[in-house]
Nanobody, 128 residues
Framework: QVQLVESGGGLVQAGGSLRLSCAAS????????MGWFRQAPGKEREFVAT????????DYADSVKGRFTISRDNAKNTVYLQMNSLKPEDTAVYYC?????????????????????WGQGTQVTVSS
C-alpha cells in the first residue's frame, strides 16, 4: 500500500501562485510514476501533470502548460506541483496519484485508469 497526503491548497487571487506538496509513504517512492489530477464541481476528474519515476520525463495538460511545473524529490518521498499565473478556471480539488508500481506500467501517469493510489485531495480556489 502507498499512502499519499497532499498539502498546500488554499485561496489565491487570479495571477497568484501556489505550491502543492504530496508526501508518500508505505513503499519505495521511486518505483512509482506520479501525477496530479483535479476535479471541479460538476465535472469529471481530469489529468493535470505527471512525472516519471526518475523525474526525467514530465507531461502536462494543455490547459496548464507553461504555468504549472511538476517535480519530485525521491529522497524526501515527495512530489510537488508549482502553480503560477493561476486562473479562476483552475479552481478545483487537486489530487495526488501514484500508478500501480508494476515494472510494465507506462512511463507516465496520464489516465485515471492507470492510478493505483489516490490522495485525499486539497482544495484550490482562485478568485477573480
Amino acid at each position: 500500500q502507498v499512502q499519499l497526503v497532499e498539502s498546500g491548497g488554499g485561496l489565491v487571487q487570479a495571477g497568484g501562485s501556489l505550491r502543492l506538496s504530496c508526501a508518500a509513504s508505505g513503499r519505495t517512492f521511486s518505483n512509482y510514476a506520479m501525477g496530479w489530477f483535479r476535479q471541479a464541481p460538476g465535472k469529471e476528474r481530469e489529468f493535470v501533470a505527471t512525472i516519471s519515476r526518475s523525474g526525467g520525463t514530465r507531461d502536462y495538460a494543455d490547459s496548464v502548460k507553461g504555468r504549472f511545473t511538476i517535480s519530485r524529490d525521491n529522497a524526501k518521498n515527495t512530489v510537488y506541483l508549482q502553480m503560477n499565473s493561476l486562473k479562476p478556471e483552475d479552481t478545483a480539488v487537486y489530487y495526488c496519484a501514484a500508478d500501480r508500481g508494476f515494472h510494465n506500467n507506462p512511463l507516465l501517469l496520464r489516465s485515471r485508469n492507470e492510478v493505483g493510489y489516490w490522495g485525499q485531495g486539497t482544495q484550490v480556489t482562485v478568485s477573480s
